[in-house]
């Protein structure tokens, strides 16, 4: 039928709220407020659906502060976990949860985190099927789950392993990004693991490049993380 041009395919793109787009829907509900707005938008990545769930949400008396955390988020975690996860597989539930630590997912970096092959796989799956989660094609296939879906297996892995397990699973991570050449990436992984050490030898190693380019209020912000 496409090859006919008998049928028109409208992609997730063509649906993709924008910013402008998304305030117009939040302010007729009634939310004026342009940070609300802003983190609205950033957060529900212009998905239709998570902005009604997270307008529901702010109606429900929520605000700015509760709407960024993942424990007031029942409604549209509760969508996800119907959707997808709790219908999943063990070992797809396990690769969902451990590479939502990471901002974006390569083959590598998933068997890193996982410790299993080929589970890029499971990715690319639900890329394919336009479950929350896109693909970017370059010098190396890499994956980026939805703000709010990352948000939501996070949550879940928070419940399956213990703290000392998700640091852990985060500094794997973490190193797995530095090898790569990708500092800047795994400098906020070591931050959110708590581990001060590999944190520290980044900023070292890093801290001369940033100030010849004039970065220094990253740098700053670096050392007071």
């Known amino acids: 039928a496409q090859v006919n041009q008998t049928i028109a395919v409208v992609s997730w793109e063509d649906l993709r709220l924008t910013e402008a787009e998304t305030t117009v829907i939040a302010q007729s509900r009634g939310i004026a407020d342009r940070t609300v707005l802003r983190t609205l938008h950033e957060q529900s990545t212009g998905w239709m659906a998570g902005v009604t769930l997270m307008l529901e949400r702010l109606h429900r008396g929520g605000n700015l502060e509760t709407l960024q955390r993942a424990e007031t988020m029942d409604t549209v975690f509760n969508y996800f976990a119907g959707l997808i996860f709790d219908h999943a597989s063990d070992e797809l539930r396990e690769v969902l949860m451990k590479t939502a630590f990471l901002p974006r997912v390569s083959a590598a970096l998933a068997e890193a985190v996982t410790g299993k092959t ?108």
């Open 118 to 225: 080929n589970v890029i796989e499971h990715i690319e799956e639900l890329h394919r099927r336009h479950l929350f989660t896109d693909r970017s094609v370059g010098g190396e296939t890499t994956y980026q789950y939805h703000a709010l879906f990352r948000a939501f297996l996070k949550s879940k892995a928070s419940i399956a392993y213990s703290a000392e397990q998700c640091r852990s699973i985060t500094r794997r991570a973490a190193a797995e990004l530095q090898s790569q050449g990708q500092p800047e990436l795994a400098f906020a992984l070591f931050v959110e693991a708590e581990d001060w050490n590999g944190a520290e030898q980044i900023v070292i190693a890093l801290a001369p490049q940033l100030l010849a380019q004039g970065r220094w209020q990253t740098l700053s912000q670096w050392v007071e993380a």
